[in-house]
């Protein structure tokens, strides 16, 4: 099994080598990782005691950011490395002020060690997900304590079926796992591991302390007004499509949309679907804009978290595909939230419907239903709120619980 471990990483490497080619975000992963040792000599000295905080990509460093924070305020003289394993992530935060910041070299025995040396980690914090078997192992065998935060497990991962003995000794090398809920627990333990506590989200934290002090944006506040909006976060065309018929039928409304992709052809293709008075916020004029316009267009990446402040309703994008963005960035604000059909892998979507602070939709006149009801129901926009202040708090119990043991 290690030997098909190995063999996929080099192919997975060697696939995204062949997008490259022709492929933004591939070319980004490719050149990030070129002399990537000789980009961590120039910053790092080797004789330091360093925290190594490993994220996925942008979602999870926004998860595991609070624990990084709260970390650096009290102990202010502990020094950080943040590694990505995404372009998406390194790209927006590549100049991070509390740490140092590296893509994470593919995962090989050379690279590993190579990798540890280099930095000298006193512990090792991954949030989420990530399983890396060389870079565990190393640290497992240098005695570093390696964390696992805001970890959620589901039973059709590899570590829990017959065939995942490999998985399952890569999940050894973890110290202990902060899991979100009972189920993620008792898969572990199933498999003996019983160095877990159920301690929630870290993501609850991050997004209450960004509602309670929010970045103004002055030019939106000019674009709405005094009308009602409708935040559209991290949308898709498939969410598009079906948006574009509410500025037609609700004119009173402003719609900001924030797209999940903003290359020149995904905002050509929503000013197409959105025909009527569409702005981009990059050429947004707030002297001289059109009255009439009530539809603008966020083309470029950052502002979504600020957004939601502004907004009476929130739709969240991604759930025509693979699965919804972050609701709670939303729901932080009071906004109950709207969302695709796609939410089955996010217990806080699942939650937000229970509590009525949320809908999923998969049909225009589902949307447009929807939107009608949640816009009347004063007690959605409290329930969103509440949910997630009764929910904060993770990152206070992981912070006791590492530095007691370092």
């Given amino acids: 099994m290690l030997l098909l471990y190995t ?5 997975y490497n060697l696939i995204i080598w062949i997008f490259s080619l022709f492929n933004t975000k591939a070319k980004l992963f490719i050149n990030g990782r070129k002399k990537i040792f000789d980009q961590i000599a120039e910053k790092i000295n080797p004789n330091d005691k360093h925290v190594w905080f490993h994220f996925a990509s942008l979602g999870e460093f926004e998860q595991g950011r609070p624990v990084l924070e709260k970390l650096k305020s009290l102990y202010p003289q502990r020094k950080i490395v943040v ?58 065998d240098q005695n570093i304590p390696l964390y696992v935060i805001s970890g959620i497990f589901r039973p059709s991962q590899a570590f829990f079926k017959w065939y995942g003995g490999f998985y399952r000794n890569i999940l050894k090398s973890v110290t202990y796992f902060f899991v979100q809920n ?36 002055e030019t939106i506040e000019r674009f709405i007004g005094d009308s009602p909006s409708l ?5 898709w065309p498939e969410d598009e499509k079906l948006l574009s018929v509410l500025p037609a039928k609700y004119p009173d409304w402003k719609f900001i949309i924030a797209p999940h992709e903003i290359h020149e052809s995904h905002i050509e293709s929503i000013e197409k679907q959105f025909s009527a008075g569409t702005l981009r916020f990059s050429v947004f004029d707030a002297e001289t804009i059109n009255q009439n316009s009530n539809i603008l267009i966020i083309d470029n990446i ?41 939410y089955d892998k996010f217990q806080e979507a699942k939650d937000l419907i229970a509590i009525g602070a949320a809908k999923s939709i998969s049909s225009t006149t589902e949307l447009i239903n929807a939107f009608d009801e949640l816009i009347v ?20 119990q992981i912070i006791a619980m590492i530095t007691k043991s370092n």
């Fill in 83 to 140: 590694t990505f394993f995404s372009p998406s992530g390194y790209e927006i935060r590549k100049n991070y002020a509390l740490a140092d910041v590296f893509y994470l070299p593919i995962d090989t025995p050379s690279n590993a060690k190579r990798f540890v040396k280099a930095i000298n980690p006193e512990m090792a914090i991954f949030t989420k997900y990530e399983f890396w078997h060389f870079y565990f192992k190393e640290l497992a």
């Fill in 7 to 11: 063999l996929g990483i080099k192919g």
């Fill in 231 to 235: 935040i559209c976060g991290s949308t």
């Fill in 182 to 217: 009972e189920e993620s627990k008792n898969l572990l333990v199933s498999i003996g591991l019983n160095n877990v506590i159920i301690n929630g989200d870290t993501r609850f934290d991050r997004v209450y302390e960004n509602a309670q002090l929010p970045k103004k944006l």
């Fill in 377 to 396: 129901d004063e007690k959605a926009a409290v329930a969103a709120r509440n949910y997630v202040e009764d929910k904060k708090g993770a990152t206070d």
């Fill in 302 to 342: 950052g502002m979504l978290s600020s957004l939601y402040q502004y907004g009476k309703l929130a739709y969240i994008g991604g759930g025509f595909g693979t699965g919804i963005h972050n609701t709670l960035e939303a729901a932080a604000f009071g906004l109950p939230v709207i969302f695709g059909p796609k």
